[in-house]
């Protein structure tokens, strides 16, 4: 029946009105029949939905966590796309300088005023990419390009055209290179000559015949003219080179060293050389020898040509593997090469290109939020190995250990903390440790050989273990937790430590001297614990013996003592009492507690201090034995006082003693000699 | 690139204007180029005219390099010397700080072209403006006597003289180019031009 009703509920053509019109007219017996079936179908309906829900559970949990691995790598590979498109950015930068710069030429001055500074000093670099044998040039510091355009050089005497160039003005001098007619690739220009703006003489030449936009350079003893496309270049040519003259001027002070010292360089260039006077006979510009093509029969090879594309390829297509081992062979190549301005030129040209590389490693090796940790060590090891490579082993140490720094941090914070302070810790010692010992044992393979960059790695580990122990701090010796949880955390931090040992790395003696303060302070705030309780209790004391009533409560007690560690049954009598009074055992336990914990935390450094402390103890205990037999009030209870003055000075101080002895430490004689308090006490009551 | 074929005569005579700023460099030379006279006076920094003319029956070319009266740079001032093959000093008769500094600018030419006879002539301009005259001739005459060399007053503005100072220096630079000296000095000046061989038919005076 119920199913029937199931059956027309959840018909797709159910009509509600029309049901309830028919179910009406049956009467209250059959709508009462109704309601029960409906009920029940309520419950059918509701458990069968809890079954299908359990049912479905596992594969909820596993869509859950699919999901979120899912959101994970999405992540990730937003972050690798983004990294990818600076890439391209890069890149597309990188080709395009050359050409703002052409544009920069034509579309003249105003543009270069607004354009920012580095920009002009990146198209320095692009120099060397365009024009031959100006390494010299750009190899000066600070030096920026001003304004650059391609000219026509006339004879001075003639205005006949010789030929074409191109000129850069750059902050503190010109520089003139031809063109080069039928050369592939991107050197079009060949250096000839540069002048310094300090004495160059700049002459307007007026239209008067049929040369037109004509200008003069005067550098004794050489004159030059140059022709501009347009009334308006030459204009701006002329302005600029005011300009920077006059720019030059008002800092002239500090440049001056600066051009005595490029001179005296390229003096020494051209001194090196003597053959090359011969190739520039065509060239009259003797005071700059232009670099000649000696030693281009080295450079000449098809690989070395296309080597710095290759490495821009390499770099940009992130093989630095790849990339590394053409570096490592031009420069085997190179030191066969004879000296020559040459080779500086190509040599610069390779070395931007290796800082674009070392750049690109360091950025791997770059810690970034988004990044993904999870790579762990062996993923660092290949950017490290190529750094090594390119000889910047400390970059690469810096860099490896700053990314091991933060996956400990990162691995810390994944810890939760979880209510018991013990727990916690030891969570924490199995991470920190481990870490440190994976990057010790990864820090040897990455460095071998290295041995600059182990201190590195020491100076690193002390300041992770310092970290470390600060965590550590918060958690044990400031969340107010007992002496004995404290113990247990030093215990397993101290354990943790001594492996380390076993990879040759001792970090002990940095965590003992970390942890010796708060040891000291915590162990001296729990004497002071103890001795007020001693004090309470020796208010309270009545010395009565304990009365348990029944034989069976008696020897459940004596057991429960025993389990301590003392044995109580000599004190028993008359059944059900014992002779030892409530205040003793309890000072017998927590005495022994004490003990336990000090000795737990025991070092060398220690052993004066735990010995003082559980001195310093006992002797309050004493202390209240001692006026309780001095007392008139207690005259009855001597013998009793005395049994458990007995008690506490000889079971319980040998339990201590045994404590001692399990430990391998000798018992201090601050202790042995609390103990023969006991025969004193005695003869006070014989007087 | 295709060289454009300029017939130039082969002779070429380089003049240099020199002189303290606002003296009339430039108003003289535009006289002399273009025959009219600028009012309006603007600081030159450096420019250059050449010219065709016809000196004795001899074509020749005049180069003649503006200089500016303000350039503050001796070592850049040097380089302009050094260009040039005669010197116009030019100083204005209504202002004696201009005449005391031809002295200067006559050291600094001998200094730069290493030779007393290097074709020159010191020139009064402003006659027009007697009026106003502060530099008497005697005084002018007398300092270029010193100097072993000619005194000549122009004005830019009514053309007095302009020529004459012109072509008067071009026939010294021509009588001084087959001087030995003139041409071991000039040699030296300027390495890399042609050598002037056709200076040899330039007529005497």
């Given amino acids: 029946m119920a199913d029937g009703l199931g059956r027309i509920l959840s018909k797709p053509v159910f009509e509600p009105e029309q049901f309830i019109a028919k179910l009406s007219g049956d009467g209250e017996d059959a709508l009462l029949d109704m309601k029960a079936k409906i009920h029940m179908l309520n419950d059918e309906t509701a458990q069968a939905l809890k079954k299908n829900v359990y049912k479905n559970y596992s594969q909820f949990i596993e869509t859950a966590r699919e999901i979120s691995i899912l959101e994970g790598e999405m992540y990730q590979l937003s972050h690798m796309l983004s990294d990818q498109k600076t890439e391209m950015t890069k890149m597309m930068e990188l080709s395009l300088v050359s050409d703002r710069a052409m544009v920069q030429g034509s579309k003249g001055e105003d543009e270069d005023k607004t354009s920012p500074e580095e920009e002009t000093r990146r198209n320095l670099a692009f120099l060397l990419e365009k024009v031959e044998g100006c390494s010299s040039v750009v190899d000066a510091p600070g030096r920026q390009l001003v304004h650059d355009g391609d000219l026509v050089e006339l004879d001075t005497e003639t205005h ?79 302005d600029a080179l005011e300009d920077t003259k006059k720019k030059k001027a008002v800092k002239d002070k500090q440049k ?62 992130r093989n630095f593997e790849g990339a590394v081992d053409l570096v490592e062979k031009v420069y085997d190549h190179l030191t066969v090469c004879p000296k020559g301005p040459a080779l500086k030129e190509f040599r610069a040209r390779i070395e931007h290109r290796v800082k674009q590389l070392t750049d690109g490693l360091m950025s791997e090796l770059q810690v970034s939020p988004e990044r993904s940790l999870r790579g762990g060590p062996r993923a660092a090891r290949r950017a490290v190995t190529q750094l090594i490579r390119l000889g910047k082993s400390a970059q690469a140490c810096e860099l490896f250990l700053r990314n091991r720094s933060a996956i400990i941090k990162y691995n810390i914070r994944q810890l939760k903390f979880e209510g018991a302070t013990t727990l916690y810790i030891r969570c924490l010692c199995m991470v920190f440790f481990s870490s440190l010992s994976d990057t010790a044992k990864e820090f040897i393979k990455a460095f071998p050989g290295h041995f600059g960059c182990y201190s590195a790695f020491v100076i690193w580990a002390k300041q992770e273990l310092q ?63 103890l001795i007020d309780g001693v004090k309470y209790r020796a208010n309270d004391d009545l010395w009565r013996p304990m009365n348990h009533l029944s034989q069976t409560d008696c020897d459940k007690y004596v057991a429960e003592v025993a389990a301590l560690g003392f044995d109580i049954k000599p004190y028993v009598y008359d059944k059900c009492f014992i002779a030892i009074t409530m205040n003793s055992v309890q000072f017998a336990k927590s005495i022994v507690n004490y003990a336990e914990d000090l000795l737990k935390l025991f070092n060398s450094e220690l052993e004066d201090t735990i010995a003082e402390v559980l001195a310093a103890v006992y002797k309050a205990q004493v202390l209240h034995i001692e006026t309780s037999l001095k007392s008139e009030q207690f005259k009855k209870e001597q013998s009793l006082i005395l049994k458990n003055s007995q008690f506490l000075l ?22 042995q000699q609390v103990n023969a308090h006991f025969r004193k006490l005695k003869a006070l009551i014989n007087k | 690139m295709s060289k454009t074929k300029a017939q130039q005569p082969a002779v070429i005579h380089k003049v240099i204007m020199v002189g303290s700023g606002g003296v009339g460099k430039s108003a003289l030379t535009l006289q002399f180029m273009y025959d009219e006279f600028v009012e309006d006076y603007e600081p030159t920094k450096a420019d250059s005219y050449r010219k065709k003319v016809v000196l004795d029956g001899e074509e020749v070319q005049i ?143």
């Avoid at chain 2, 301009?125 to 008497?136: C, E, G, I, K, W």
């Avoid at chain 2, 122009?154 to 302009?162: F, I, L």
Wanted: charged letters at 25%.
């Fill in chain 1, 160 to 238: 006949s055209q010789i030929h074409r160039v191109h000129a850069f003005l750059l902050n503190d001098s010109l520089m003139i290179a031809t063109w080069i007619p039928q050369r592939r690739g991107p050197m079009r220009y060949r250096f000839q000559g540069l002048y310094e703006l300090d004495g160059l003489a700049v002459v307007n030449v007026r239209d008067t015949g049929p040369v037109k936009n004509g200008f003069k350079i005067l550098m004794f003893p050489e004159s030059h003219m140059y022709q501009t496309d347009t009334a308006k270049a030459k204009r701006q040519w002329l």
């Fill in chain 2, 63 to 205: 180069d003649i390099l503006d200089t500016a009266g303000q350039e503050d740079y001796a070592a850049i001032r040097d380089n302009y010397f050094r260009s040039g093959e005669g010197f116009l000093c030019v100083f204005s008769i209504r202002e004696q700080e201009s005449f005391q500094a031809t002295q200067d600018f006559r050291e600094q030419i001998l200094r730069v072209k290493n030779d007393e006879n290097i074709p020159f002539l010191l020139v009064g301009n402003m006659v027009d403006l007697a009026d106003q005259r502060q530099v008497s001739v005697e005084e002018a005459t007398r300092r270029a006597q010193e100097w072993k060399v000619n005194y000549v007053e122009t004005s830019a503005k009514t053309r007095a003289n302009v020529d004459k100072v012109f072509y008067d220096l071009l026939r010294l630079i021509g009588k001084y180019k087959l001087t030995p000296a003139g041409r071991k000095a000039l040699s030296q000046n300027a390495a890399n031009l042609p050598s002037e061989t056709t200076g040899c038919s330039c007529v005497l005076m």
């Fill in chain 1, 650 to 671: 000889e079971v319980v101080m040998a339990k201590i003693e045994s404590l001692y002895s399990s430990m391998n430490v000798p018992f201090p004689v601050k202790l």
């Fill in chain 1, 467 to 529: 970290t470390f122990f600060s965590i550590f701090r918060r958690q044990v010796f400031e969340s107010k937790a007992s002496l004995t949880t404290i113990a247990d955390c030093v215990v397993l931090a101290r354990n943790q430590c001594q492996e380390l040992g076993s990879i040759g790395l001792d970090v002990k003696f940095c965590l003992t001297i970390l942890l010796e303060n708060s040891i000291q302070n915590m162990i001296e705030e729990t004497r002071d614990q």
């Fill in chain 1, 256 to 317: 001056k060293e600066a051009a005595t010292r490029l001179a005296e360089q390229q003096l020494m260039a051209a001194l090196a050389s003597p053959g090359e006077s011969d190739l520039s006979k065509s060239n009259s510009w003797s005071t700059y020898v232009p670099c000649t093509l000696l030693p281009a029969y080295f450079l000449s090879a098809d690989w070395l040509q296309e080597l710095p594309e290759d490495l821009d390829m390499y770099i940009a297509q």
